[in-house]
């Protein structure tokens, strides 16, 4: 590579890297102080989180790439000029990589559809959001034998929440064909009942959801597809009476 050209690259890469190190140190040293003062910040762990874990990834891209550039010999695979290109590209791409954790787009957009990839539960909404009317279709579910637990695990249900493996509901509504057996489909009826979105689950993510947050007799509940794809096609009388779980 032409010396002349090859400083132009070199200052390029200075100049990005200083760049977006700089951005990052100047928003992020400042959440570290406060941290360790304990004070007031604006630090966001939906966005700061995904900032930090690509800033991660670009700043690897460019230091592997500038030593790439500045101490890997010769091979003889490549000429010099384009291995050089190769790794100053992969520099210019660790920079926008940093660069696009600031944009209004990696907020309003690569964020949500990340997180509906990864945890599809998030694309749910809830529908109720008064407490003394969650505190009520617990109670009544409860009165009705359709469950047992405590609110505080019903409560983190309609939100969202996490919840201990322990304090999982016990789903206890029985099938109305077998008694031994507790009725899947109203369990999923209610669900639908208490999220947006629900029906656009598929079977996988709503057998995870119903494993999250219940179980009967403090033994898994077991879930299968069957069991969904049959609540997907079920019109029974039954089913119907959740909705007054729900609107009392």
């Known amino acids: 590579m032409p010396k002349q050209l090859a400083i132009i690259l070199v200052i390029l890469m200075i100049v990005i890297g200083i760049y977006s190190f700089s951005r990052f140190a100047w928003r992020y040293l400042g959440q570290f102080n406060s941290f360790m003062f304990v004070t007031l910040s604006s630090w966001n762990k939906h966005i700061d989180r995904p900032r930090i874990y690509l800033h991660i990834i670009g700043f690897f891209l460019m230091a592997f790439s500038y030593y790439a550039l500045m ?139 119903c494993a999250k947050y219940f179980c009967t007799n403090n033994i898994e509940l077991k879930i299968s597809s069957k069991n969904v794809s049959d609540w997907r096609t079920n019109n029974s009388r039954y089913l119907k009476e959740i909705s007054n779980i729900i609107k009392g």
């Open 71 to 209: 101490r890997l010999p010769p091979t003889d695979y490549l000429p010099p000029i384009i291995s050089d290109t190769i790794f100053f590209l992969l520099f210019v791409l660790g920079g926008l990589v940093c660069h696009f954790t600031w944009t209004k787009k990696f907020k309003e957009t690569f964020i949500p559809k990340i997180q509906e990839k990864l945890n599809p539960i998030s694309k749910l909404k809830q529908t109720i959001y008064n407490q003394n009317e969650i505190k009520e279709i617990f109670h009544r579910a409860k009165t009705k034998g359709y469950l047992s637990g405590n609110l505080s695990s019903f409560e983190s249900l309609v939100r969202l929440e996490a919840i201990a493996f322990e304090d999982r509901i016990n789903w206890i509504h029985k099938s109305p064909t077998n008694k031994n057996e507790v009725n899947r489909q109203s369990l999923i009826e209610l669900l639908s009942s208490l999220f947006v979105n629900f029906e656009s689950l598929k079977n996988s993510e709503i057998i995870k959801l």
